[in-house]
C-alpha cells in the first residue's frame, strides 16, 4: 500500500514539474529545490499513511516499534533521498520492484489457470485419440470426396449407397462380422420381376432342416394368372416327379396360396385302401377362399411353425393351417429351385430361418427389412452361385443329360422290339386281344317263355325263379320282324310276364357290353314296364349304363333314381365300370320289407336307396316289359348281351344269396361256336381268384410283368404281346376285377417315409409315442434277473443265433445298448396299431403288413454287399419279444420272415412249433424293394392257417397248419420297431385281414412308380430336431463400432407454381398447358393432378412441408421439422409398402428435397469416446448438391482419471479465486487513491480489470458445468447407449412404431448431450483465447520476458 501511495504522490509531483512553478518552464525552481520538495512530499505521505496504521498503539511494545519506525522515516526522508543517492533512480527502482512482483504474481495465476484447463481438456478426451477416431472415419467414408461433391445425381444414387455399405463394417453385430456360412435367412430375389415362365436359380442349395421358418414376397398377379407356384425345389429336373415339391408356396388367384412340400417322403396313408390316392405330395390351403386381385402389389408371407402354417397378405393374417406333418428336405442334385410362373411378377422373396411374427412382418412391410437387421446392418444373404458351383453344376448337367439320353434310348429301342412283335402277332391273328365273339341276335317282336314254370336255384336250393332268358343273346338294333313295330323291339306280353303284386321282385342276370367305346357311358333299359304297348308311359324300369344305374317310380318321393358314379358308390371307380367286352352278374333286388331298391354287381352290394314309394304298390297290373331298344319314343340303347336272365317273386334276395349265384358255374346252353367254360373265362375274377396274380413270366425279351406295368400307360397295346394277357392280369388290367367295396381297411404305423440311421453300430430302435426311453431302459434293468426264465428271452435268442453272419441285432437285453439305440424322434402313434389289432383279433387273426424299405448306400449294406432288410416288430422291449420279424437268417439265403407265438411255452418243447418261416425274394441294394406278409390265421381250427410273403412281385407261401400266431401283447402286435441296418422305410401298412394276393400285387403297381421318385428327407428326425446354425465370427479391426443404424433425415418443401421472377411463373404455366394439349390429348390420358396442377409439370421450392405425411411418414423434429428414416431402408430395398401402396425407395429424396442429413452414432468401447458423425448435404444451392462432413465427440470420463479430472478443474478454482483476490485487491487501491488523492485509474488498467473479471466469471462457469457434466458423463452415455442397445429390436409384442420412437428419442437425447458439450467446448474455447491474450499481456511486466511473446 505504501508503494502505492507513493507511485501516486509520484505522479502528483511529476505533474507540478511539468506545469506549476517548479515544472520545467519559465520560473521553475532549482533542482535541489525540486528534490527537496519531493522529498518533503514523500515523507508527508509516508507519515500520514504510516500514522493511520499506529493510532491505536497503547503498550511499550507498540511504543518500540513505533519508534524504530520514526527512525526509518528519518533515514528515509534524509539519507535516502539526498542527491547523492540518486533518490529519483531509487524511487523508480522501488516502483519497478513492485510490479515485478505484483505482475509476476498475477502472471503466475493466469499462467496456472490456462495451463490446469488445458490439462482439464486433455483429460476429457484425449485430442490425439479423437483425432485418430476421425482419421478413420475420414479414411473409411471418404470425407474428401463428398466435400468436393457436386453432382446430386452421384450423392443420390451411389454415394448414400456406398455410406451405407461402409456403415455396415462398423457394426459388430452385422452380417460381415457374425454369418451363417452355409445357411440362415437367404435373399432369394432383389428386384422386381416379371415372369413368363418359372426361372431357374440353378446350381443352389436351400435346405430347410428347423421346425420354424418363413418365406417372404411382393406379389402381383396378372389378370391372365390363374396358379402357380411362387417358389418350389423340385425334386427331379424331368419326368415322373418334375412336377413335385420337396417343399414349395404355391398360390391360386380364386382360392389363395397353398403349402406344398414332402415330394420326396410322401406316401398315402389313405383310410380305406379302396380309395386311389391321387395325391402325390402334402398340400395344405386355408379353409376360407382368399382371392387375389389382379394388378395389386402384396407382400405375402409364408409362416410355418412345427406343424402349423399361417398365411399373410400384406399384414393381414389369412389364417392357420393344420399340417399332417412337419416340413423335412432333400437332396436335389444341386438342381436349385425354381421361382415365379407365368403371369406373376414377384420380388424381394426371402427365407427366414425363424417363425415370423405380425409384428415382424409389419418391419418388413414398412422397412423392407426386420429392425432387428436394420438395427445391425444385416441383411438376408443373397443367393449367389460361386464359379466352382457353377463349374460342377454345369458338368453335372452335363452328364446328366448324357445319362437321361442314354437311359432313353434303351428302353426306347426294347419298346420298339415288343411293338414290331405285337403287330406281327396281329398281322398273323395270334393276338391276345383276339376279336370278340358275340352270340346271336335275340329276335325282335314278343318274347315267349314259359311263365308258368318255376326252375329252383341251385345255388339256393330253397329259392325258386322264372327264367326270362337263357341265352346268351345280343340285344342289338336288329331289323324289325314278327309284331315288331320298329327295329330292336323286344317285349314280354302282359299276358305272359309274371305278376308280384304285394310280394317283391329280383332280377337277375349276366351282362356284357360289346360295343361301347372307351371313354363313353353305354346304357339300355334291362326292363321297361308299360300298360299300354303304344304308350311311353313306364310303371317301372331298371336301367344300366356305363356310370350307373336308373329306375322310374311313378308317383313316387322321389319319382326316379339316377345315381352315377361315386353317388353309385364310392368304390365304383374306372376299373370296375361296364366297359370291357366281360361278362359281369348284376341283381336288381326291390325290397318289399325296406321300400329300397338294392342293386347288386358281381354278386356285391354296389347300390342301396329308397325306391321312392313302398314296392308292395310296384306291380301295376298286366303289363308289356320292354328290354333293350324300347318303345316307342327311346330307340338308341347299346349293343348288349344278356345270359340267364331270372326273376325272383317274393321274399327279397340276401346278400349271401346273390353272391352265391354271382359265383355258381355258368349254367349250360348253346354254345354257339364256343362252349360254356370258355364264355366262363370272359367273367370277372375276384382278386382271391388263382387266375388273378402275375407270375413270373418273362417275355423272349427278358421283360416281367413289372416291365409291361410300367410302360402300358404310354404304350396301352403293349399288353397285346402273346402271354402277357394270360400271365400279367394286374399289371395290365386284362383281366376283368370283380367289383369290390372297400372290402379292407387299412392302418399305417407312421405317416410319411422315414431315414434311419443306425444310433449304434447293431441298429436303432423306435418306440411308439405311449413308450418312454427312460421307462423301458429302467424295465430292462428290472427284468435282468428273470431274463431267463421270463419265457421270451429264449425265443429272441434263438433268432439272434440263426443270423446270417454279415446281419447283426441290438442286444435288448444290455440296458445300455437299449438306451443308446432307441431314438425316440422316429417314435409312431400306436393308436393305429392298437385299433388294426382290435379289427385283427375279431377277424381270427388274420392280417397283412406290407413296407417298402431302400438302402442309403454304402452304409446300408452288408460287408457281402447284400441289402439285408432286417425291421422287428417288437411287442415288448424287455425281455425282449416279436411276433414278427423280417431279417437275413440262416434258413433263407435272401432273407425270411419269422413268426412267433405268444402261446408257445416258456421254453422249447419236443413236438411244439414255436416258429415259423417265410422265404423272402432278394432286395434291391439301389432301389425300393416291397416287403408284404399275409396271414390267414382263421383255417388253423381246419388246419389250413398259411402265411405268404411278397418281394416285389415275387411271392412265397407256406402252410402252417394248426399253428395259432397268438399275440404277446393282446393290445398292439407291435409296440417298437428295430430297424437294423440304415435305411429308408414306408409307413408300415396294416390291413386286418388276409389280402389275396393278386390284391398285394395291385397295391405293388399302385405304388411302386411314385416309390421310384421318392428319395426320402435329406437327415433323420433327430438331427432335425437337434439342428442348430453355426455362426462364424470375423476378427473385428475398427477401434468404432456404430451404436444404431444410420438415420436419413430431410426436409422438403411443397411444390408450388409461383416463382422468384414473374416471367418463369409465366414460363411454368405456359409449360403446363403444353402438356395437357399434347401428352394427355386423347387417346391419351393423365392424372388429375397432372391436369389440375402446373406444379406437376415443373415447380419452384415453395413452403416447407411440415404438416403433412411424405413417402409415408409423418414429419417429426429432429434437428428441425423434416421426414426421418432408417438409411438402410433407402439404400438396400428397391420398394417398400408405405400407406399401403408400394414405392420406390428411390422417390425418397426427389425434387422437393431441400437438405438431407446423415447420421452415424458410434462408439469407442476402448477410449469410451461417443462419436456423432454427420453427413449434410444441401440441395437448395446454386450447385446441383453441396456436402458437408462433421464429426463431433463426447467422451466418458469415470474412475481414477475422473478423480485426476476433478482435482485438475480443482486447481483451475483455486488459481481463478487468486484472480478474483488480486482483481480486488486492484480495485481496493485504485479506490482509495480516487478517493483520497483524486487519482483517475488509466484506461488500460481499467480495461484489464474488466478481461480478468469476465475470464474469472466465465471460467468459473465453465468449471461448473463441465465438472457434473463428467461427474454424470458415464450415466449419461450408459443411459442413452443402453436405450438404444436395449431396443427389442426382434421382439413380436412391440409394435413398430414404438421401436421407431424410441430409437429416434434416444439418438436425440444422444445429439443434444453432445450439442450441449459443444456449446461448452466453445465457450471454453473463448476462455481459453482471453487467457492466452491476457498471458501474453502480463509479460510485459520485464522487457526480457516480453521478448518470449
Known sequence: MAAAAAMAMKKKQDEKNVLGPGGGGPGGGSVTMRNQRQNEVLVTALQRQNTKQWDAIENPEQLRERAALRIQLFARGHILFRQRLHRENLYKRLEFETELSVGGWRLFTQVMVF??????????????????????????????????????????NTQMGAIATTAKDFFILSGSQYFVPESGSVELLLDM?????????????????????????????????????????????????????????????????????????????????????????????????????????????????????????????????????????????????????????????????????????????????????????????PLVETEMGELSRSLTSAVGVVDQSVSEQIPAAQLNLVMQAV???????????????????????????????????????????????????????????????????????????????????????????????????????????????????????????????????????PSFGYPLNEALNPSYSQKFKLTSDTWRHMAWV???????????????????????????????????????????????????????????????LTTAEVFNIATAPVPPSPSFGRDDQARARDRCLYLTSPEMMDTSWTDTYGHGCAWYFNNRGLYPTLCSYPGVGENCPIACKSKQECFNVGTYKTYFAWNSIRRIESTTPNGTVCLASSWNKTQQVERCRANQPSLQTDGKTWQWEADIAALQSAAHRVNLTDCDELEAATDEQCSFDPAPVKEFTTHMKANGG???????????????????????????????????????????????????????????????????????????????????????????????????????????????????????????????LFNAIEVNFPMLISPIMLVPQE?????????????????????????????????????????????????????????????SATCPFEYSTEWVKEQHQKVIDGRCKAPYTCDSDVLDKPEATISCPGAPVDNEKSFGLEPQEFEGTGFADFLFSITDTPFVFRDGELRPTGSFVDSLTQTVKIILVFFSPLYGITTVMSIDADMATATSVQVGVTVQHYAILEGPNLISYIIVQSLVLVFTILIIVDVAWRLRALFAAYREDRVTPSLSSTVLMLIDVTTVAMTIVVVCVRIPNKISSAEQVSSILGSLNSIEWSSSTITVDSKKERFFTSVQRLLALIEDESTVDAFLNVVLVILLIRCIQCTNLHPRLALLT
Open 590 to 652: 326291390f325290397n318289399e320289407d325296406t321300400n329300397n331298391l338294392e342293386y347288386y354287381l358281381d354278386g356285391v352290394l354296389t347300390y342301396t336307396g329308397t325306391w321312392g314309394k313302398p314296392v308292395s304298390e310296384m306291380d301295376c297290373g298286366p303289363v308289356n316289359v320292354s328290354i333293350g331298344f324300347r318303345w316307342p319314343d327311346y330307340t338308341y340303347g347299346a349293343d348288349v348281351e344278356i345270359y340267364d336272365m331270372r326273376m325272383y317273386v317274393g321274399a327279397p
Open 423 to 557: 403287330e406281327i402277332e396281329k398281322i398273323a391273328g395270334n393276338s391276345s386281344s383276339g376279336n370278340i365273339i358275340l352270340a346271336p341276335s335275340l329276335p325282335t317282336g314278343s318274347i315267349a317263355f314259359n311263365s308258368s314254370t318255376l326252375l329252383t336255384d341251385s345255388a339256393n336250393p330253397s329259392r325258386q325263379y322264372y327264367s326270362l332268358l337263357g341265352g346268351p343273346w345280343l340285344l342289338d338294333n336288329a331289323a324289325k320282324a314278327n309284331d315288331a313295330t320298329f327295329d330292336g323291339e323286344r317285349w314280354w306280353s302282359s299276358d305272359k310276364f309274371p305278376r308280384f303284386t304285394g310280394r317283391g321282385v329280383t332280377f337277375t342276370m349276366w351282362f356284357r357290353n360289346v360295343a361301347c367305346p372307351e371313354g363313353k357311358s353305354c346304357g339300355t333299359f334291362l326292363l321297361s314296364a308299360h300298360q299300354s304297348k303304344a304308350s311311353s308311359a313306364r310303371c317301372w324300369s331298371a336301367w344300366v349304363e356305363t356310370d350307373g344305374i336308373y329306375w322310374d317310380t311313378p308317383a313316387g318321393t
Open 193 to 381: 420381376e416379371t415372369f413368363s415362365a418359372p426361372k431357374l436359380l440353378g446350381g443352389l442349395q436351400l435346405e430347410i432342416q428347423l421346425a420354424e421358418f418363413s418365406f417372404t414376397g411382393v406379389v402381383r398377379l396378372s389378370p391372365q394368372f390363374v396358379r402357380g407356384y411362387i417358389l418350389r425345389k423340385r425334386i427331379l429336373p424331368a419326368g415322373q416327379g418334375s412336377e413335385l415339391a420337396c417343399w414349395g408356396w404355391y398360390l391360386h388367384a380364386q382360392k389363395g396360396p397353398e403349402l406344398h412340400y414332402g415330394g420326396h417322403d410322401y406316401f398315402a396313408t389313405p383310410a380305406d385302401s379302396a380309395e386311389e390316392a391321387t395325391v402325390k405330395q402334402e398340400t395344405v390351403s386355408l379353409s376360407n377362399r382368399t382371392v387375389f386381385p389382379a394388378e395389386e402389389y402384396r407382400l405375402l408371407t409364408i409362416v410355418v411353425t412345427g406343424t402349423n402354417v399361417t398365411f399373410y397378405s400384406n399384414l393381414d393374417n389369412l389364417g392357420t393351417a393344420q399340417m399332417p406333418r412337419p416340413v423335412t428336405d432333400c437332396f436335389n442334385n444341386l438342381e436349385g429351385m425354381l421361382v415365379g410362373d407365368t403371369g406373376m411378377t414377384l420380388g424381394q422373396l426371402s427365407f427366414y430361418a425363424k417363425a415370423l411374427t405380425p409384428t415382424i412382418i409389419e418391419e418388413i412391410y414398412i422397412g423392407g427389412g426386420t429392425l432387428d437387421d436394420l438395427s445391425t446392418g444385416t441383411r438376408p444373404a
Open 846 to 972: 388274420d392280417f397283412t403288413l406290407a413296407f417298402w424299405v431302400k438302402p442309403l448306400g454304402e452304409i446300408s449294406l452288408a460287408s457281402d454287399g447284400r441289402f439285408l432288410p432286417s425291421v422287428n416288430f417288437l411287442s415288448s422291449v424287455s425281455p425282449p419279444f416279436a411276433n414278427i420279424a423280417f431279417g437275413p437268417y440262416v434258413s433263407g439265403s435272401n432273407g425270411e420272415a419269422r413268426m412267433r407265438s405268444g402261446c408257445t411255452g416258456s421254453a422249447p418243447q419236443p413236438g411244439i412249433v414255436d416258429t415259423e418261416q417265410i422265404e423272402m425274394s432278394k432286395a434291391s441294394t439301389t432301389d425300393w424293394t416291397f416287403i408284404a406278409i399275409s396271414k390267414n390265421n382263421q383255417l388253423r381250427t381246419s388246419g389250413g392257417a398259411r402265411a405268404s410273403v411278397a418281394t416285389n412281385l415275387g411271392k412265397f407261401t407256406e402252410g402252417q397248419g394248426s399253428w395259432d400266431m397268438c399275440l404277446d401283447d393282446p393290445d398292439a
Open 995 to 1055: 389280402l389275396p394276393f393278386g390284391l398285394v400285387q395291385e397295391i405293388y403297381y399302385q405304388q411302386v412308380g411314385n416309390m421310384a421318385v421318392r428319395d426320402g428327407p435329406l437327415v433323420t428326425n433327430k438331427e432335425r430336431a437337434s439342428t442348430t446354425m453355426e455362426i462364424e465370427k470375423n476378427d473385428y479391426v475398427p477401434k468404432s463400432a456404430l451404436m444404431a443404424t444410420p438415420i436419413i433425415f430431410q426436409k422438403r418443401v411443397a411444390p
Open 115 to 156: 495451463t490446469f484447463l488445458l490439462i482439464a481438456i486433455g483429460m476429457s478426451g484425449d485430442p490425439s485419440t479423437k483425432r485418430g477416431i476421425y482419421t478413420n472415419l475420414r479414411d473409411s467414408f471418404g470425407f474428401d470426396d463428398l466435400r468436393g461433391m457436386t453432382d446430386r445425381s452421384e450423392f443420390v
